[in-house]
């Protein structure tokens, strides 16, 4: 179509902003979620009030959150950084739950045979619980990726530019095209998110790939 | 937060056509509204995915595929789409209502499918052994064994549908999303808070209304509250993965 | 686990590099809706670039090209942040450094200012507007070109209730629903204001948007049989809409200025707006507009040739 042709370079740098904005949270509530599902699964009174805490976080509205930040952070109004921590917000209550559950989806027998094995409590959480945790992990990173991207897009309201910003302009002026494109975008961008964390996954798994290989 | 306190304890908030209540019940309609259409697209489809086995690919990549959907986005295609030849409310409710239950479809047909798919075999093959027919395993035996995570996939569609009626407001809607708009567009913080405090406790209530109707629904044979096994000791027992099926979808 | 290390390190820095992109290009001051994405909060502009911000309606979005594109060709560094919402969202960011300057309406500005503000012509607005700015703020010189709020109503409706004015609705009004923007609920201007000049008691009023599609629907529908639209609204001609007069001048002289943080103001900063507020009147305007909104061009592309045409950029 001829509009997204003419505005390639715009989409472009607009598909990198709402990459930025949906992206760097990914891996900060990511490292985030890390010691908190770690926690949760540790102790185990702190599982319920650490889940249902973050779910409650989840349900508020993302437009609010994104206009209260400054008042929460002291951050200037028009300041991306809201939303870059709003958006860490949510992909931390999305995580947490995931973290916690893939730790537990560790065997008991593995734990018992990495600590018989002269493991540490720290050893064992990076070298045996995590690795083994990933395909959990991932599988929750890869809905907080799609709906990162997603929710994004609304941010466009509060004049944040990113691929929503494609939909406001659009709306403003009855102009289907850019709106169009926009959608595209932003299922091209998640798609493009979605890969990146299989093939991750993919290579930090190879016990899953083992069976395959022989003959 | 005290503009927000204010905002809701001020009496004249609750009272009108855009009073606190109002807005609630524009909102809870608009939500059901979108559930039972989405539903009935989705729980048949899912069925026959699940018991026939049949497009399951299609299904799984729907689900994910649409979550990347953006909803502002949506709102605002079809609301341009559908405007020029609706007259009167229907042009801003039924856009609203077509782009709600095309978020709220791959939710529940996840759930649905991968309920009916994991039914434990041994449960179709003896109902087979009973003599029942392919539709009489799939509503006597797939169905009720499927009902946790069909619930999972309509609680997790109910999350969405209030989230999204929530920026609906933006092409004109009712519902607690004016607060936020009306509140936004002349920087009332405490109206904005209180919006997104109704909106949190709504979808908390909503969806506890919807865990209740499971506990009920569910037969009590799954809920594992009749185990007759041994119980296995603590640190041989794997925690069941709950990271549910609708979020690896 | 070297492996592992390998793959995180590896992922992790292509997902940062491509967002340091992001970051780094927010300098282009010609590509439309760009915002300085800098991480490090808060805008990264330097003592000399201006920051040109506008409201969340296409005509603003044009002006505030239109001084971005004049500011640029006398080699002002620009950046632009469009699209950012109603006076009530931009003002304080004017006040917090988030934005230098933004196309503004003399009339409603100075209400904004001094709730008590009465002149309706031109030239009174604009000295009421100076009186009544904050110290940090200032304005240039006015142009000539209008934009004012407007009740509009369809033809038949102005048919069935013989309507020429906003005055000839005070008698219907309470059968009547009114549509405009959700901040018409309060402002001066709006549902108080026609109340106040007026003694307009309408049934209900509908929040919609600022004169955007939302409003023209509306209004196209039936859902409101009034609504706030702007004068220079191509729709309106297009629609066959009547405009209600404005005897009582509730909707004081709107003439387009610049309004700019003061500690920004220099000669050329001042010199090249002004050539621009000189060159423009109602019906340019009103034709910029229309190629904007009905013909789906850049506003940046018809800001350009706005320039170009006039020797400004």
């Known amino acids: 179509m001829t509009w997204f042709l003419d505005h390639r370079a715009e989409v472009f740098d607009l598909a990198v902003r709402h990459l930025y904005l949906a992206g760097v949270p990914l891996l900060i509530g990511l490292l985030l979620a890390l010691p908190l599902g770690w926690l949760a699964r540790r102790f185990r009174p702190l599982y319920p009030p650490l889940i249902i805490g973050t779910g409650l976080l989840y349900t508020i509205p993302s437009l609010a959150l994104f206009i209260l930040m400054p008042g929460f952070i002291g951050t200037q109004i028009l300041d991306p950084v809201n939303v870059l921590i709003a958006m860490t917000i949510y992909t931390i209550a999305l995580l947490v739950r995931t973290v916690a559950d893939g730790l537990g989806a560790v065997p008991g027998d593995v734990n018992q045979a990495a600590t018989a094995m002269g493991y540490g409590r720290v050893a064992r959480f990076f070298k045996v619980e995590l690795p083994l945790a990933v395909p959990v992990i991932s599988a929750g990173l890869r809905v907080a990726a799609v709906s990162n991207v997603s929710i994004v897009s609304v941010a466009a309201i509060i004049g944040v530019a990113q691929l929503g910003s494609l939909f406001t302009d659009g709306f403003s002026r009855s102009f289907l095209d850019p709106i169009v494109v926009g959608i595209i975008a932003c299922v091209v961008l998640a798609l493009l998110l979605d890969v990146v964390i299989v093939a991750a996954t993919w290579l930090l798994t190879p016990w899953q790939r083992a069976g395959r290989v022989r003959t | ?249 | 686990m070297n492996r592992t290390k390998i793959v995180l390190a590896l992922t992790t820095t292509a997902l940062l590099s491509v967002s340091a992109c992001g970051s780094s290009s927010g300098g282009n001051p010609l590509s439309t809706g760009s915002a300085s994405a800098s991480a490090g909060g808060g805008s990264s502009a330097d003592a000399g670039t201006i920051v040109v911000g506008s409201a969340n309606f296409p005509e603003n979005e044009l002006l505030a090209e239109i001084y971005a594109g004049a500011l640029a060709g006398k080699g002002v560094k620009v950046d632009k942040k469009l699209n950012i919402g109603s006076r009530e969202t931009y003002i304080p960011a004017l006040n917090d450094g988030s934005i230098d300057l933004i196309p503004e309406y003399t009339g409603v500005l100075a209400q904004y200012f001094n709730k008590d503000a009465k002149a309706t012509d031109s030239e009174g607005v604009y000295k009421e507007l100076k009186a009544a700015l904050p110290p940090n703020l200032t304005v240039l010189d006015k142009s000539a070109a209008e934009d004012k709020d407007a009740v509009v109503v369809t033809k038949e409706t102005a048919d069935k209730y013989k309507l020429k004015s906003i005055a000839d609705l005070q008698p219907v009004a309470k059968d009547l629903t009114l549509g405009g923007p959700p901040e018409w609920k309060t402002r001066p201007t709006g549902v108080p204001g026609l109340k106040k000049v007026y003694n307009l008691d309408f049934k209900t009023f509908r929040p919609l948007d600022a004169g955007g599609p939302l409003s023209v629907n509306a209004l196209k529908n039936g859902q409101v049989q009034a609504v706030n639209l702007f004068t220079t609204d191509p729709s309106i001609a297009a629609n066959g809409f009547v405009v209600l007069d404005d005897p009582k001048s509730l909707f004081a002289a709107q003439n387009v200025v610049p309004l700019i943080t003061k500690a920004k103001v220099n000669a050329k900063v001042s010199d090249s707006l002004n050539a621009v507020s000189a060159k423009l009147d109602t019906t340019t305007l009103g034709e910029l507009v229309k190629e904007v909104v009905t013909d789906k061009k850049d506003a940046s592309a018809v800001a350009k040739e706005f320039l170009t045409k006039n020797n400004l950029g």
């Open chain 2, 1 to 249: 937060m005290n503009a927000m306190i204010g905002f809701l304890t001020d009496p004249a908030h609750w009272t009108g056509s855009d009073g606190i209540p109002t807005r609630i019940l524009e909102h809870l309609v608009l939500a059901f509204e979108a559930l039972l259409l989405a539903a009935l697209i989705a729980v048949p489809l899912g069925l026959w995915v699940g018991h026939t086995g049949r497009g399951r690919f299609v299904a799984v990549n729907l689900a994910g595929a649409a979550r990347a959907l953006p909803s502002l986005g949506l709102l605002f295609l079809v609301w341009l789409w559908l405007s020029g030849t609706l007259q009167g409310d229907a042009s801003y409710v039924v856009p609203t209502l077509v782009v709600l239950v095309i978020l709220a479809v791959p939710p529940i047909l996840s759930g649905v499918y991968a309920g009916v798919e994991g039914v434990d075999p041994a449960a179709r093959d003896a109902a087979r052994g009973m003599g029942m027919r392919g539709t009489q395993v799939l509503a006597k035996v797939e169905v009720p064994c499927a009902l946790p995570l069909i619930f999972s996939g309509l609680r997790s569609a109910m999350l969405q549908i209030i989230a999204t009626a929530t920026i609906a407001a933006s092409i004109g809607i009712g519902g607690l999303g004016r607060f936020l708009i009306d509140g936004l567009s002349v920087r009332d913080y405490g109206q904005m808070a209180a919006g997104a405090v109704l909106v949190a406790v709504l979808a908390l209530l909503v969806d506890l209304l919807l865990a209740l109707v499971q506990r009920l629904v569910v037969s009590p044979g799954l809920t594992g509250a009749f185990s007759t096994a041994r119980p296995v000791p603590e640190d041989r027992r794997a925690e069941p993965s709950s990271t549910s099926l609708q979020e690896a979808a």
